[in-house]
């Protein structure tokens, strides 16, 4: 498969605008308000997969490391594989880590993330200390995982961002391994914030 034959599959799906240069293919997904990048030179295989709604969908399995990891690109959506906890978690800390789904879907993640940032300035709701704490690591770990793949999820992370610092007032956090990507993905959080009422965010 050459790299104009990936971009031309994942095109028929519905929802997606492609395009594509030397050793890259750029999926935009205007549902989720995000852009897959996927260099050629990471991609082991593509194929046609079935997904419930029974709508086309393209698999695309990417090198990571020793890892194969499946990108799925759906009509209006990309569904990935959440990052593991123990690859972010500094190895000193011992926390709570929450069960992760196998797949997750980038609308699922937005979703998610964003409810908890409303429920955590909800004082009708009240968050036991160590539920929230793995929620937000697993939150963590569904952002970490659309990084991973080629995503740059930055509304996400503002709400992420956000419901950590709230909770960090009451509850004892996840200490994370140092991360570069995770500190670009931050500042562009801050320069979001900076131009965009919040929210639009």
Known sequence: MRT???AEMIQEVPGTEVSYGPGLVTVHVPAIGDTVRLAFR????ADWVHV???APAVQVDLR???EALPLIVTVDDVVFTPAYADDLVDPEDELLVPAMPSLISYSEMHRDVRALGAAIDD????LEPEILAATLLAHRCFIAGAVRVGLWPVRVAAWWEYTSAQAAKTVRLARFRDDPRWDQLMADVTEARRQSAPAEI
């Open 64 to 66: 990571r490391k020793h």
């Open 4 to 6: 104009d034959e990936l």
């Open 42 to 45: 990471d991609v082991l295989d």
């Open 123 to 126: 004082p009708d709701i009240e």
């Open 52 to 54: 419930p709604t029974g």
